[in-house]
């Protein structure tokens, strides 16, 4: 029997070690599909996603740890970068998500600004989707935000202009991770009646 989507929820974890087991191109679509039902602002759709296996992936790994290596090198802050990409090498499948409605020429501020947030917004939400799929699935994965640190590297081998918003690594999981602490809801959540 599927998993419910408030099962998904709670049992989605951010997995950091897979099994080294492919995941089948039909369960990928599927993972996909759930993506692209994401609500987006004024029916936009900002989001395309490039799904990296075998070598492909294997080369994103090595320009995302060149430049983790490059950055540490010269003394930057690579935060959990180097973590990510060593994560995003066992995982067997990776996922750029792209916006392609962003463009570097253009002025993000004012109405421009709104539109952008709201497409980012639109994006985060096919990610959770995506996510949560995975978890009703029974795969793991990992949101990854550290791959800004390789953006332009990244964008130079794909040939891209458009914003990478994130990567999330997809595979079986090979561990169970407890539950990370949440906020009580009467701690983040203000009730207004009038």
Not at 3 to 12: H, K, L, Q, S
Not at 115 to 130: E, M, P, Y
Request: hydrophobic residues 40%; glycine residues 6%.
């Amino acid at each position: 029997m599927p998993m419910d989507v408030y099962e998904a929820i709670a049992r989605r974890r951010s997995i950091r070690k897979y099994k080294d087991r492919p995941v089948p191109h039909d369960l990928l679509a599927k993972l996909l599909d759930a993506a692209i039902k994401a609500p987006s602002g004024s029916n936009r759709q900002p989001w395309r996603f490039v799904v990296l296996e075998g070598p492909a992936k294997d080369r994103l790994v090595e320009i995302f740890s060149g430049e983790v290596n490059r950055m540490r090198a010269a003394g930057d802050d690579i935060g959990s970068a180097a973590e990510s990409a060593r994560i995003m090498g066992q995982a067997p499948v990776a996922i750029l998500v792209y916006d392609p409605l962003w463009t570097p020429d253009e002025d993000h501020n004012g109405a421009n600004r709104h539109r952008s947030l709201v497409d980012t917004q639109s994006v985060g939400a096919a990610i959770q989707n995506l996510l949560l799929a995975a978890t009703a699935e029974g795969l793991g994965s990992l949101w990854i935000a550290d791959i800004y640190v390789a953006e332009r590297p990244i964008a130079e081998w794909l040939g891209r202009r458009d914003e990478l918003v994130a990567a999330v690594s997809i595979g079986w999981p090979d561990q169970s991770p407890a539950p990370r602490p949440r906020r009580a809801r009467d701690e983040v959540t203000e009730w207004i009646s009038s």
